[in-house]
């Protein structure tokens, strides 16, 4: 199984900062990563797919990128509403696999 | 509209069998991939089986000969029939939609909540 490393774990910012999550796959799985939010209670909601193309209604805020096996997740400038758990998700092989999420509270 | 509705989950003891539904509306089921995946109390996402549109099925590991994937064309509805049911089968479970046949849920239902416990 392809196992997705995701860091940090939590993470406390401000509302306007930048705010950066990274995850890192077992071995290379192109550009087949997702990124979802999951708010309490709620279900996940796609975000970015492929790696860094926004979800057609999700905010330009949101941004994703690659580098080898390495994949980073960026809030630009947080806002109150993005208080959430963030995942990521390889979908390169069977069994699709998660990071073990971060979860994004505000300073 | 894509809708996703999950029903079936509750309280359950070791050993026992469940079986979840997820009914859909605005798209049809037989046409997509669809999964499910399941969130343990408190614990991260965790992929549990997928049927693809020309009906073959894939599981975990950790469900493999204890679940069944299946879905009913003319209700529109997925299921998935759990036996041998473990404590740590206890999460929520969510239907979730394949957009493109490649492992990208772009819908998901609200979940239901299976407890396994004695």
């Known amino acids: 199984d392809i196992q997705m490393t995701q860091s940090p774990s939590s993470l406390s910012a401000s509302v306007g900062d930048r705010v950066t999550i990274t995850c890192q796959a077992s071995q290379g799985i192109s550009n087949f990563l997702n990124w979802y939010q999951q708010k309490p209670g709620k279900a996940p909601k796609l975000l970015i797919f492929?790696?860094?193309n926004l979800e057609t209604g999700v905010p330009s805020r949101f941004s994703g990128s690659e580098s080898g096996t390495d994949f980073t997740f960026t809030i630009s400038s947080l806002q109150p509403e993005d208080i959430a758990t963030y995942y990521c998700?390889?979908?390169?092989?069977?069994?699709?696999?998660f990071g073990q999420g971060t979860k994004l509270e505000i300073k | 509209e894509v809708q996703l509705v999950e029903s079936g989950g509750g309280l359950i003891q070791p050993g026992g069998s469940l079986r979840l539904s997820c009914a859909a509306s605005g798209f049809t089921v037989s046409s997509h991939y669809m999964s499910w995946v399941r969130q343990a109390p408190g614990k991260g996402l965790e992929w549990v089986s997928v049927?693809?549109?020309?009906?073959?099925?894939y599981y975990a590991d950790s469900v493999k000969g204890r679940f069944t994937i299946s879905r009913d064309n003319a209700k529109n509805t997925l299921y998935i029939q759990m036996n041998s049911l473990r404590a740590e089968d206890t999460a929520v479970y969510y239907c979730?939609?394949?957009?493109?046949?490649?492992?990208?849920?772009?819908?998901w239902g609200q979940g239901t909540l299976v407890t396994v416990s004695s």
């Open positions: 049927i693809y549109s020309g009906g073959t099925t």
């Open positions: 998700q390889q979908y390169d092989n069977l069994p699709y696999t």
């Open positions: 492929d790696a860094s």
């Open positions: 979730a939609r394949d957009r493109a046949a490649v492992g990208t849920f772009d819908y």
